[in-house]
């Protein structure tokens, strides 16, 4: 039901399928998110952000990157494979009017997510300013996509190899330092990064919002694994948001909570990418 129509890498561990899913390519809108499961059985759901989607044809595009087992199982599957099954669309959409001038930043691979943000912005009649950052050129995504619609762009590398050598939060100081200063910043990517963009916003008091999709574990708010402090309250990220005012999330306190399944989830990676380099070798052996 779940076909994969197009399936490509875009970084060293980033992966790009575009998947058909006709009702939730019909009902999703900007800033939501789908649970996928890789068969009908017991399998982890793992929640993604949709990254495009094309209504009348009917397909959603996910953009994922291989760190866990199951987004490393999901990077081997090939054009004609089926995922068991999509659940969504989830979340809370971003809220969109037209505003003037609205600054999107994306770090790494949340430059995906951001991406229809971006298109949502500017169909609302919105100036878009795109702000993307990554340790280097090779990490860089979808800036063919973010060339078509921003109406100015920005790209930060660490070490100079593309764009600007320096972090996003250069740019991002500089846009709120002008007269008229952004209407609004929108942050997508590391913790970390976005951290700083909401102080960087905070002191030209520009509001800004951020999507904390990365901490988001079952996707249902069930488990509780998404629990963040948003201005004193307690939230969950995929049934209150993703998306918050970020001045007031702790993110101190979000990124201590993200680090709790990490020896789990690294035990996991790391035995799931044996089992794929067992496979390849089987393979090839089988070839020769």
């Known amino acids: 039901m779940y076909k994969i129509i197009e399936k490509r890498q875009l970084s060293a561990d980033v992966f ?40 009348e044809k009917g397909w959603i595009a996910l953009v994922f990157q291989a760190v866990g087992a199951t987004t490393i199982k999901m990077s081997r599957l090939h054009e004609g494979d089926e995922l068991g099954a999509i659940l969504g669309p989830l979340g809370n959409p971003t809220h969109i009017e037209k505003k003037g001038h609205v600054v999107c930043v994306g770090g790494g691979i949340g430059v995906a997510p951001l991406h229809p943000i971006v298109q949502a912005h500017k169909a609302a009649g919105n100036r878009v300013t795109v702000i993307m950052g990554a340790r280097n050129k090779d990490l860089i995504i979808f800036e063919k996509e973010m060339r078509e619609l921003a109406d100015e762009i920005h790209i930060m590398t660490d070490d100079g190899s593309a764009g600007t050598k320096g972090l996003v939060t250069d740019p991002l100081k500089t846009l709120c330092s002008q007269n008229p200063k952004p209407d609004e910043v929108v942050a997508i990517g590391p913790p970390i990064m976005m951290k700083f963009c909401a102080l960087t916003a905070k002191e030209f008091e520009v509001p800004i919002t951020v999507s904390l999709n990365t901490i988001m574990i079952d996707g249902t708010g069930m488990c509780g694994g998404c629990r963040v402090n948003i201005g004193g309250k307690t939230k969950f990220v995929c049934v209150d948001g993703p998306e918050f005012d970020g001045h007031l999330v702790d993110w101190d ?9 990490k020896p789990r989830e690294t035990e996991q990676a790391h035995a799931c990418r044996m089992e794929a380099a067992a496979d390849a070798k089987a393979e090839k052996g089988a070839n020769v």
Request: glycine share 2%; no cysteine.
């Open 253 to 261: 306190n979000m990124m201590l909570r993200m680090r709790a399944f």
């Open 16 to 55: 790009y399928a575009r998947v058909e899913a006709p009702d939730i390519a019909k009902n999703r809108k900007a800033g939501q998110f789908v649970l996928v499961q890789l068969d009908t059985d017991f399998a982890e759901r793992v929640p993604l952000t949709i990254a495009d989607a094309d209504a």
